[in-house]
């Protein structure tokens, strides 16, 4: 230790930021947005990402998350959250997850792996943002 400042400062506004991935590009740009804000304010991020119970997924979004953050200096984990979608949806497991964890912040993606690329936003977006306890930040 040389003595200097720390080059961020521990924020009580954002001390445990979720961060849904599901391998799309524009969710692992909000990774790297929530990367940023770790390294300012001394965020611990968690990383998830939610599928159905029993669903195959040809390319692990944890995995290419692992990867964006492998060098940088911040406290990350990463958890996978499996669902059944005849009980229950994304969009309510993890405002189950911000509200049982007791996040601070979400950044997400505005559209993940859709199937309607004319929406500007999508469904499990719009839903956290509309009711999510917690402000959620969308990424284009």
């Known amino acids: 230790m040389n003595g200097e400042e720390p080059s961020y400062r521990i924020s009580f506004i954002y001390r445990k ?4 991935v599901d391998g ?5 740009k909000a990774l790297e947005l929530a990367i940023d804000l770790a390294k300012h304010y001394g965020s611990k991020i ?3 990402t939610v599928k159905s119970k029993g669903e195959t997924v040809s390319q692990d979004p ?3 998350a692992k990867a964006r953050v ?6 990350v984990s990463y958890k996978l959250i499996e669902y059944d979608p005849t009980l229950e949806s994304v969009s309510y497991r993890l405002i189950k997850e911000i509200v049982e964890e007791g996040y601070d ?4 993606g505005a559209r993940g792996k859709t199937l309607y690329g004319e929406l500007p936003i999508g469904s499990v977006a719009l839903s956290l943002v509309i009711n999510a306890p917690i402000s959620v930040l969308v990424v284009r």
């Open 24 to 28: 799309s590009e524009v969710s692992l």
């Open 46 to 48: 968690t990383v998830v």
């Open 62 to 64: 944890l995995a290419k």
């Open 17 to 20: 930021i979720l961060v849904p």
């Open 70 to 75: 492998a060098k940088e200096p911040i406290n």
């Open 105 to 108: 912040l979400v950044i997400m």
